[in-house]
């Protein structure tokens, strides 16, 4: 019995990992906790989108100092996206 329930939160801790994380609507404590934010970065994301939602991810990039294609990457890697969309390296 103790192994199925360890092995049933592990599974939900994969799945959660990997949900996906709308930036438009996400709080502070979610965006924290993505690998490659600090609170700093975290400050500046929610500060532009107080002014406007992101349209998409060159939005993003161009409206946030520290967020590229290889940040857009990670955190697309980790569920994030931008209206229901993950990053794509062409854009």
């Known amino acids: 019995m103790k192994k199925t329930a360890v092995t049933v939160a592990m599974a939900l801790a994969c799945l959660l990992a990997h949900a996906e ?3 438009n609507r996400a709080r502070e404590m979610d965006l924290d906790g ?5 609170p700093a ?6 500060k ?8 998409d991810w060159p939005d993003l990039q161009a409206r946030v100092k520290g ?9 697309s890697d ?14």
């Open 21 to 23: 994380l709308d930036l």
């Open 34 to 38: 993505l690998k490659g934010l600090g």
């Open 41 to 46: 970065l975290t400050a500046r994301i929610l």
């Open 48 to 55: 532009a989108r107080e002014t406007r939602t992101f349209k």
């Open 67 to 75: 967020v590229g294609p290889v940040l857009s990457q990670t955190l």
């Open 78 to 91: 980790q569920g994030a996206r931008i209206n229901g969309q993950a990053w794509k390296a062409q854009q």
